[in-house]
């Protein structure tokens, strides 16, 4: 009983990074119903721009806080100069899922440049020791990533459902010729909409990062592939649905690696992802779009 009840924390404290993460595929899918591929890489840019702030002898909130503003700029570079391109040529949806894939290669193969092709060791911050309470152990390393990343997406959705900058970001999902006669810059909302989803996958990175306490450049493939399937769990383009989908990714997984062995644990996201995708297609907490013919 006590290791399943381990694995349900370790599996809640990893679901709200995988959170954050999905929070990304969210919000630039319901602005701009694109899967933006290269948001896992941009989640591995974090956390190295986290570990080089550390290597400047920052400490670990500065260094987050450093490199949540570095990846959001990354975020508004890709759109303007990769992305915007095609929205104005009124290009057809595939050529920018094609080159958000072709950006995330980019921006891997930059790390491996800069950095280095090894894994880096992340100091370990955010160990402060361990709580036992009946062979359950709750590190502190947990509680921060608990801590944070509930705090981050609770205050996301308060944004976005509770101020005029949400409002425009609602409106914009909505109907995007509507919200620009409505004096709504369209083009702002857009470029804040990246800036938030770059900054939330570089905490994302940094908390992982200090989690598991090593970085290395390909570490994006796998958790941008298991957040994009918690967003799609929980409705691609709802922030709630992110939050849901996330936890139950990270703790359906957590239990697979406890009842079948951690092998099996990467897998599962796939098998949640294809049987969301046949059994409910919008997720959770998305809606049915109505197609005009």
Not at 10 to 24: E, I, K, P, S
Not at 29 to 44: E, P, Q
Not at 93 to 111: F, H, K, W
Not at 262 to 285: E, H, K, M, Q
């Amino acid at each position: 009983m006590a290791d399943f009840v381990q694995q349900i924390l370790n599996g809640f404290a990893l679901g709200l990074a995988y959170a954050l993460v999905a929070v990304g595929y969210s919000l630039v899918f319901g602005i701009l119903r694109l899967i933006n591929f290269s948001h896992g890489s941009v989640y591995a840019f974090g956390a190295h721009a986290a570990f080089f702030m550390v290597g400047l002898h920052f400490g670990p909130v500065p260094a987050i806080i450093a490199a949540m503003l570095i990846t959001g700029v990354l975020g508004v570079v890709i759109d303007r100069t990769a992305l915007a391109p095609l929205r104005k040529k009124k290009s057809v949806s595939i050529a920018a899922l094609v080159t958000t894939l072709g950006i995330s290669s980019i921006i891997q193969n930059m790390l491996v440049v800069i950095f280095g092709s090894q894994r880096k060791p992340f100091p370990d911050f955010f160990n402060f020791g361990t709580l036992e309470l009946g062979g359950v152990r709750l590190g502190s390393r947990q509680l921060v990533m608990v801590t944070v990343s509930l705090a981050l997406l609770l205050l996301l959705l308060m944004v976005v459902n509770k101020t005029k900058v949400g409002l425009a970001m609602r409106a914009t999902a909505q109907n995007q010729k509507a919200a620009a006669l409505m004096g709504i810059n369209v083009n702002n909302i857009i470029t804040l909409t990246f800036l938030m989803g770059g900054a939330s996958a570089a905490i994302a990175g940094g908390m992982v990062g200090g989690y598991y306490q090593i970085v290395y450049p390909s570490m994006g493939f796998m958790i941008g592939l298991k957040a994009f399937a918690a967003s799609v769990l929980g409705g691609i383009g709802s922030l709630p649905g992110a939050l849901v989908g996330g936890l139950l990714v990270g703790v359906i997984e957590s239990l697979a690696a406890l009842f079948f062995g951690s092998n099996y644990r990467d897998a599962t996201a796939f098998i949640i992802l294809i049987a969301v995708l046949i059994f409910r297609p919008a997720g959770l907490f998305g809606k049915k779009e109505v197609v005009k013919v």
